[in-house]
Every structure is written in structure tokens, then in C-alpha cells.
């Protein structure tokens, strides 16, 4: 199972105003766990960067001035991320941000005819309603350190909020169930068989004395309550 945690940071908020994506991280997971490969890139926008933005993640437009424009990076981007499933908190926003990109180029494709997309901010507001669900609130409680991000960045957040996707959804692995409520065989893929016999347990038997321990504290118990207790109808079988 493959899947790609993405984060991005933009000019401004609403893709129809003509707001660019001006930076895109993504980290990707096989089976769970973090492979190390990366994809992170600076794109220059067809717009100046409202100053509402540069306060949340520090990119200027002066900074932005030599990156690439999206259409120079879309092949490369698209490359990564295909067939993956895209791990994205609050998914409609860059969702959308990554379309409008990919229209206005005219490029034949979108996200979800590439991908499948999980929103992690859904998941956790059905896991933790009522409750805040940004990504500095699931860290404090997942007890994940993001005390390195004093400003946002679609690299770090993707890989902050790689660790809390592993939280919030339970840290193991996912089965894959079927309509009939089966495993699918996904189960079994995942159980290691060990040779029968290959390991062998030792039993370790209360001693005389520790049984007649025990029964005087049952005793004991029963005295108290007013009535014999449970274990007295549960005597340790002779081995």
C-alpha cells in the first residue's frame, strides 16, 4: 500500500480569485512506514502573495522570484504522486488549489482521476469530536514534537502530519476487508506462520506452599464478605 502525505502553501485562499500553489511537500509511506523519498518544490505564482500568507508560512514573492512555474514541475509532481493514496488534512483545499492548477494549463487530468485521497481532518473530527483538530492540536495530543515549526511549510507539515495519521489511525496495519465482511486474504498475507512445536513455553507451577497461601487468603476474603467468595469454586487442578 502506497500513499503519499501531501501538504501545500499558496498565495492566498480561494483558487477562483486566481490564487497560485507556491510550494508543494509530499512524504511517502509503503505499508505503514515511512521510505524516506521525498518531493518538495518552490513554484513561482502568476500573482503576488497576499501578506495575510506570507504571515502563516514566510514565502515572499522575492524568494519565489527564480522557481519554477507550475507548468515546468506538473510532470514531475503528477509522476510522484499517481496511483497513490493521498493523505491530506483538509483535503478539499489543496485538492482544489491542485486542480485549478492543472486546468488552467489545460492538463487532461485531475487529482482523483490519478489518486485516491483520505482528508485526515475528517478522520480526526470523527475520532475526536468536539475537539480542536489542527495539526498543533493532534500533535500535543498524539504526543508528536512540532516545536521546530514556527511558520508553516508544506514539506514539514507533510511530514509532521505523516506522524499523525499513524496515530490517529491506530499505528498498525490496515486489513483489507471485503463486502462480506471478510478479511479479503489480507489477514492472512499479513500472520507469519511459525513451525508448530518451533518454541516451547515453560509452565511454571504454584508450589504447595503457595497453594495453601492462597486458599488461606480466599478463606480470608470469604470471612469478610459473609459469603465464600468466587475463587473457592475455582481450586487450581492437581498437574
Given at each position: 500500500m502506497?500513499?503519499?502525505?501531501?501538504d501545500?502553501?499558496?498565495?492566498?485562499?480561494?483558487p477562483?480569485?486566481?490564487?497560485?500553489?507556491i510550494e508543494?511537500?509530499?512524504?511517502e509511506?509503503?505499508?505503514?512506514?515511512?521510505?524516506g523519498?521525498?518531493?518538495?518544490?518552490?513554484i513561482?505564482?502568476?500573482r503576488?502573495?497576499?501578506?495575510?500568507?506570507?504571515?502563516?508560512?514566510?514565502?515572499?514573492n522575492?524568494?519565489?522570484?527564480?522557481?519554477?512555474?507550475?507548468?515546468?514541475?506538473?510532470?514531475?509532481?503528477?509522476?510522484?504522486?499517481?496511483?497513490?493514496?493521498?493523505?491530506?488534512?483538509?483535503?478539499?483545499?489543496?485538492?482544489?488549489?491542485i486542480?485549478?492548477?492543472l486546468?488552467?494549463?489545460?492538463?487532461?487530468?485531475?487529482?482523483?482521476?490519478?489518486?485516491?485521497?483520505?482528508d485526515?481532518?475528517?478522520?480526526?473530527?470523527?475520532?475526536?469530536?468536539?475537539q480542536?483538530?489542527?495539526?498543533?492540536?493532534?500533535?500535543?495530543?498524539?504526543g508528536?514534537d512540532?516545536?521546530?515549526?514556527e511558520?508553516?511549510?508544506?514539506?514539514l507539515?507533510?511530514?509532521?502530519?505523516?506522524?499523525?495519521?499513524?496515530?490517529?489511525?491506530g499505528?498498525?496495519?490496515?486489513?483489507?476487508?471485503?463486502?462480506?465482511?471478510?478479511?479479503?486474504?489480507?489477514?492472512?498475507?499479513?500472520?507469519?506462520?511459525?513451525?508448530?512445536?518451533?518454541?516451547?513455553?515453560?509452565?511454571?507451577?504454584?508450589s504447595d506452599?503457595?497453594l495453601?497461601?492462597?486458599?488461606?487468603?480466599?478463606?480470608?476474603?470469604?470471612?469478610?464478605?459473609?459469603?465464600?467468595?468466587?475463587?473457592?469454586?475455582?481450586?487450581?487442578?492437581?498437574?
Amino acid at each position: 500500500m502506497r500513499q503519499i502525505v501531501l501538504d501545500t502553501e499558496t498565495t492566498g485562499l480561494e483558487p477562483a480569485e486566481g490564487h497560485n500553489i507556491i510550494e508543494i511537500g509530499c512524504v511517502e509511506l509503503v505499508d505503514r512506514k515511512l521510505t524516506g523519498r521525498t518531493y518538495h518544490v518552490y513554484i513561482k505564482p502568476d500573482r503576488a502573495i497576499d501578506q495575510e500568507a506570507i504571515e502563516i508560512h514566510g514565502i515572499t514573492n522575492d524568494f519565489l522570484a527564480d522557481k519554477p512555474k507550475f507548468s515546468e514541475v506538473v510532470a514531475e509532481f503528477l509522476e510522484f504522486i499517481r496511483g497513490a493514496e493521498l493523505i491530506i488534512h483538509n483535503a478539499a483545499f489543496d485538492i482544489g488549489f491542485i486542480n485549478a492548477e492543472l486546468e488552467r494549463i489545460r492538463h487532461p487530468e485531475r487529482v482523483g482521476d490519478i489518486c485516491g485521497v483520505i482528508d485526515s481532518l475528517l478522520l480526526a473530527r470523527q475520532k475526536h469530536p468536539g475537539q480542536k483538530n489542527n495539526l498543533d492540536a493532534l500533535c500535543k495530543r498524539y504526543g508528536i514534537d512540532n516545536s521546530h515549526r514556527e511558520l508553516h511549510g508544506a514539506l514539514l507539515d507533510s511530514e509532521i502530519l505523516a506522524d499523525v495519521y499513524l496515530g490517529l489511525t491506530g499505528g498498525q496495519l490496515k486489513l483489507d476487508t471485503g463486502d462480506d465482511g471478510s478479511d479479503g486474504g489480507g489477514a492472512e498475507r499479513d500472520i507469519r506462520r511459525v513451525e508448530e512445536g518451533r518454541y516451547r513455553l515453560q509452565v511454571l507451577r504454584a508450589s504447595d506452599e503457595e497453594l495453601e497461601a492462597h486458599r488461606a487468603f480466599v478463606a480470608l476474603l470469604s470471612k469478610k464478605v459473609g459469603e465464600p467468595c468466587l475463587w473457592e469454586s475455582q481450586e487450581p487442578s492437581e498437574p
